[in-house]
């Protein structure tokens, strides 16, 4: 049975090739990580860092929403998957589904909000992603470890999260994957260039906006769980660290939002990026990150992939 | 038998300002029907009110003699109502393939490939083809309006409505618009006509209602409204 399903345009085969071809790699090279003895700290928050900025990307660049307070999905996760683990005494695999619930619980309650466009979105977000981190703080002590947070003791297996990491970024890649070719995926895009218009066409619009969302919130909230689990400790000074969101924005925007290919291309190079000058220059780590953050808005505004294919517009059928 | 569209009494009001005071009209199967007015004289806001993208303070929309009013936008589309608009309002950052598909993703009947020859079809009927692939920001003006035209006929909609089709176009456009315009009433449509170009509304139209400041102030033949005294002084002031 063939791998690639049967298709008529020769676009679509070079693109699902390179599908395969740049997916199987990637996967291939992450397995093999702890087998070879790499550095999975490092590769671990890669992976982590793929995944939140891809998922951003339906939020952003399929839907056209800026939600600044995106680590609120994160931080809600990651407390579901510790309580549930400490407190309730699940296991860790049976808590880290609840942790992707818990950010579609969070999503459609915010979901008011996609009334709101542009930068009134952006700053309610925020606010909310606030709310959210003082009800945390404020709950008793007893469920959420209160300024101390919650640690979760024995049950911390680094390789293993690993693994779990690895699987939720494949799922996430291939729902996005999916979603940039799916009739929803069409009609989030077409919501995103002229919502009215849209409408005027037959497109459901608040419903489209909601599942798009809806994606957007399930796997940072999984991406909370796996690093709650991954670093075994939870307090909401990290979990709800906004240094979270803005990461996750530069990384999708570094590498073009709108492709599949510029989330991942974007987070590979920043957290590299961010790696080496850590390493080299501890102390003044942000400083330069921010300054080379920077130096890539104003020479590449629309990012790594986004400006190549503004280049050459006959690779966008290609490029996924 | 109803008519495909009609209006009742449909008033539009924006804080003081009357945008609509109680139009009513309506246009059959096939019928051509030329809405004409200067600035503010409530055309698009009409276009608006039937397409569910305003509510209206008062009066009714009837799609095919269903009552649609006050219906939101995408359900009233899915009622056999596709338009244009007087800026074209494409999908930018997305192919012109891509463009024509939005109004007919519901269609579950059709598969992807069915409905992207589709679209296909009807990009080389406006002479699009060769640029399917690029996005629709990176079309002329003029090409943008073709483009709307497309996506607004991909469903096959019983009623059409034009917002100032010819405006800012070139000649040799406007005459390729026209007759596309020409071919959809003669395939049944009821096509409801707005614009600025008298030349082209009284030629393509079989009827033309004139409105201004909100009212009805003439409607009837060509001939009619040619020669109509309130029409004459509304177009060139007393």
Redesign the interface.
């Known amino acids: 049975m063939p791998i690639l399903p049967r298709l008529r345009d020769p676009a679509d085969r070079i693109y699902y090739t390179l599908v395969v071809a740049i997916g199987g790699a990637l996967m291939i090279y992450f397995a093999l990580v702890p087998v070879l003895g790499l550095n999975v700290a490092f590769h671990f928050y890669l992976m982590l860092w793929i995944t939140m900025a891809s998922a951003f990307n339906v939020s952003s660049g399929f839907s056209g929403y800026l939600p600044f307070g995106y680590v609120a999905f994160y931080g809600v996760g990651a407390f579901t998957t510790a309580i549930l683990v400490k407190k309730a005494a699940f296991p860790v695999f049976l808590a880290l589904p609840f942790s992707g619930v818990a950010g579609l619980v969070l999503a459609l309650l915010f979901a008011p909000t996609l009334r709101l466009s542009g930068i009134y979105f952006g700053i309610v977000s925020l606010a909310l992603a606030g709310i959210c981190r003082l009800v945390i703080t404020n709950m008793p002590e007893e469920i959420t470890g209160g300024s101390f947070g919650l640690q979760l003791g024995s049950r911390a297996h680094p390789v293993q999260a690993f693994y779990v990491m690895m699987a939720v970024m494949v799922a996430a890649l291939a729902v996005i994957l999916w979603l940039s070719r799916s009739r929803l995926g069409k009609a989030l895009r077409a919501t995103r260039d002229d919502a009215e218009a849209a409408e005027m066409m037959g497109i459901n619009v608040p419903r489209v906006r909601l599942y798009g969302w809806l994606v957007a919130a399930f796997f940072p909230a999984l991406c909370g769980g796996v690093e709650a689990w991954y670093t075994n400790v939870v307090d909401t000074e990290t979990a709800f660290n906004t240094l979270t969101t803005a990461k996750t924005v530069i990384y999708a925007v570094a590498g073009g939002l709108g492709t599949i290919t510029g989330p991942i291309i974007g987070s590979v190079v920043m957290v590299w990026l961010d790696e080496l000058i850590w390493r080299q220059f501890p102390l003044l780590n942000l400083l330069i990150l921010g300054l080379a953050t920077i130096a890539l808005v104003l020479f590449l505004p629309r990012g790594i992939v986004g400006t190549i294919l503004r280049r050459k517009p006959q690779w966008r059928r290609y490029v996924p | 038998m109803s008519a495909a569209i009609e209006t009742r009494g449909l008033t539009k009001r924006f804080g003081g300002l009357v945008a609509l005071d109680s139009v009513g009209l309506q246009a059959a199967s096939g019928e051509t029907l030329g809405i004409i007015g200067v600035n503010g004289a409530g055309k698009t806001t009409l276009m608006n009110c039937i ?3 305003y509510r209206p303070d008062g009066g009714d929309v009837f799609i095919a003699g269903e009552r649609v009013t006050g219906q ?3 359900v ?3 009622k056999g109502i596709g ?1 244009t ?1 007087q800026v074209p ?7 012109l393939i ?2 024509l ?3 007919v ?2 269609r579950r009947a059709s598969s ?2 069915e409905l992207t020859e589709r679209a296909e079809e009807m990009l080389a009927r406006m002479q699009l083809i060769g640029l399917r ?3 629709a920001e ?1 079309l002329s003006g003029g090409q943008q309006k073709l483009l709307e035209m497309a ?1 607004m006929l991909m ?1 096959d909609p019983p009623i059409v409505m034009l917002d100032e089709p010819f405006a800012g176009v070139h000649p040799v456009l406007c005459k390729f618009m026209i007759e596309r315009i020409e071919e959809m009433s003669g395939a049944g449509k009821a096509v409801l006509l707005i614009s600025h170009d008298l030349t082209s509304i009284y030629r393509l139209s079989s009827r033309v209602v004139a409105l201004n400041q909100g009212k009805i102030i003439a409607e009837g033949g060509v001939a009619d409204i040619r020669g109509n005294p309130a029409v004459i002084e509304a177009y060139l002031g007393a």
């Open positions: 397409c569910g993208l939101p936008p995408h009233v589309a899915h338009r608009f309002r494409v999908f930018r950052k997305m192919s891509d463009n598909l939005v109004p993703l519901d992807d490939a692939h690029n996005y990176e996506r469903p």
